[in-house]
């Protein structure tokens, strides 16, 4: 067995040598895109500071799909969102993505953008959760954690977003209501490099580099169960780490429903 696992370290070795796989070149989130108001929420960060697993780090990798530099394209079958660069690089970050009911594909664009945005459960929500607040305030506590970018489709919100987490162990996870999830440090640096109106896509499952998803191509976003996104972005599961709220913010506490 060792021997079979030398032989195949030095194909490996080989293979990236001769430039038969992709270059990934890992890299934290600069520290320069955090603000002294974004430390400051950090460093009273009560969840663990997990580090995704390497896979899953902030990289730069070789891009071979047609999107245009600035796209956002959302690989959820890989636990993976990429923002497109010039000269067939890109920069990848690992995400938690929806569960299979719940994911969803198509081409939306960034309709809205926030710093560490407020969170307001909704009516489903309070059904299925009790003692939620009616809304919590933005900071490290909030489930939508730094950032959140907003989905649209024309001048509609889609209820779909990217945004931050207080749960990064779950980072390489497909355990959320739809949301794609980054780590708070990831998200910010993603934030300061998109714009309103920037494009994502969001492949379809099971889809390879082949895929039909390309810019201009403007198709709905929906639900691989085929419901409408407007009726399960927000719905809880048993697993959904979106509601994890800490006893500040709700006084009794409220168990994390993961």
């Not at 245009?68 to 079958?77: A, L, M, N, R, W």
């Not at 636990?79 to 299979?100: F, M, N, P």
Request: charged content about 20%; some cysteine.
């Amino acid at each position: 067995m060792s021997s079979l696992k030398v032989i195949l370290g030095l194909l490996a070795a080989g293979f990236a040598l001769s430039g038969c796989m992709p270059a990934t070149t890992y890299q934290a989130a600069p520290e320069a895109t955090l603000k002294p108001s974004d430390k400051a929420q950090l460093a009273k960060a009560r969840y663990a500071a997990v580090p995704p697993a390497e896979p899953f780090r902030r990289a730069i990798v070789d891009y071979h799909r047609k999107e245009q530099p600035g796209t956002i394209v959302v690989d959820s079958d890989n636990h993976y969102l990429y923002l497109v660069q010039d000269g067939g690089k890109a920069i990848r970050y690992g995400v938690t993505v929806g569960e299979e009911a719940l994911a969803f594909s198509g081409i939306a664009k960034v309709g809205n953008m926030a710093e560490w945005p407020k969170w307001t459960p909704t009516a489903d929500i309070h059904k299925r959760i009790e003692g939620l607040p009616a809304s919590v305030p933005g900071g490290v506590d909030n489930p939508l954690g730094a950032r959140a970018l907003y989905l649209y489709q024309g001048n509609k919100d889609t209820l779909f977003r990217i945004h931050g987490t207080n749960q990064p162990e779950y980072i390489g996870a497909s355990i959320s209501s739809g949301c794609i999830r980054m780590t708070n440090e990831d998200v910010i640096d993603l934030y300061t490099r998109v714009k309103q109106g920037t494009v994502v896509v969001v492949l379809e499952p099971k889809q390879d580099e082949g895929g039909r998803y390309f810019v201009g191509t403007i198709e709905p976003l929906r639900t691989t169960s085929g419901r409408n996104p407007s009726r399960t972005s927000s719905r809880p599961t048993s697993r959904d780490s979106n509601i994890r709220i800490t006893p500040k913010v709700v006084e009794n506490g409220v168990p994390s429903a993961t």
